[in-house]
T-cell receptor, first 110, second 113 residues
Framework: RKEVEQDPGPFNVPEGATVAFNCTYSNSASQSFFWYRQDCRKEPKLLMSVYSSGNEDGRFTAQLNRASQYISLLIRDSKLSDSATYLC???????????FGIGTKLQVIP | DADVTQTPRNRITKTGKRIMLECSQT?????MYWYRQDPGLGLRLIYYSFDVKDINKGEISDGYSVSRQAQAKFSLSLESAIPNQTALYFC????????????FGPGTRLTVT
């Protein structure tokens, strides 16, 4: 299994829809995780952290499933402005480095 | 002003040329990173530095070198550019409290012909 795996998509969804992405990881020792958002040809920016208890920020919910070693990102009531690539990030090496997934591309359609 | 800046933003160079990409940050962070991003491969770590005297290779350091001139400056050099080094290069910083949020510069789009 790769360190971090994501479905590259694209996920094409209509405005107002709910969409979810998963990201699987191989290192069972990883403790905390992150979702970043990257707009086309721009730098990645932190969207939210993922804790054991999950994390919710407005329309965005991140969950961790340790038993199956994946994290998820749920976006409710999708907006056109949510169109971007979502990168899953997993720490490694005692938190000294991280591994980025290849990203899942979301396109929200009017 | 941006917290992490990169120069140049775009560069076209020829095979065999030496080129330097520069990164500066005003966040006061100790940790700095250089990544490259290629379609379908995601972000890959080239080098990272946890302070001025600490330089470490990432998973794809061959053909690259770095210099940490000061806490705020971290430069990436391509000793002899080759076409497969054509990519989008990002500099990033983070504080020393583990692998917390990384702040990225706007990127340098490098094309080697």
């Amino acid at each position: 299994r790769k360190e971090v795996e994501q479905d590259p998509g694209p996920f094409n969804v209509p405005e107002g829809a709910t969409v979810a992405f998963n990201c699987t990881y191989s290192n069972s020792a990883s403790q905390s995780f992150f979702w970043y958002r990257q707009d086309c040809r721009k730098e990645p920016k932190l969207l939210m952290s993922v804790y054991s208890s999950g994390n919710e920020d407005g329309r965005f919910t991140a969950q961790l499933n340790r038993a199956s070693q994946y994290i998820s990102l749920l976006i409710r009531d999708s907006k056109l402005s949510d169109s971007a690539t979502y990168l899953c990030v997993v720490p490694r090496g005692g938190y000294q480095k991280v591994t980025f997934g290849i990203g899942t591309k979301l396109q929200v359609i009017p | 002003d941006a917290d992490v800046t990169q120069t140049p933003r775009n560069r076209i160079t020829k095979t065999g040329k030496r080129i330097m990409l520069e990164c500066s940050q005003t966040k006061g962070h100790d940790r700095m990173y250089w990544y490259r991003q290629d379609p379908g491969l995601g972000l890959r770590l080239i080098y990272y530095s946890f302070d001025v005297k600490d330089i470490n290779k990432g998973e794809i350091s061959d053909g690259y070198s770095v210099s940490r001139q000061a806490q705020a400056k971290f430069s990436l050099s391509l000793e002899s550019a080759i076409p497969n080094q054509t990519a989008l290069y990002f500099c990033a910083t983070s504080d020393s409290a583990g692998a917390r949020e990384q702040y990225f510069g706007p990127g340098t789009r490098l094309t080697v012909t």
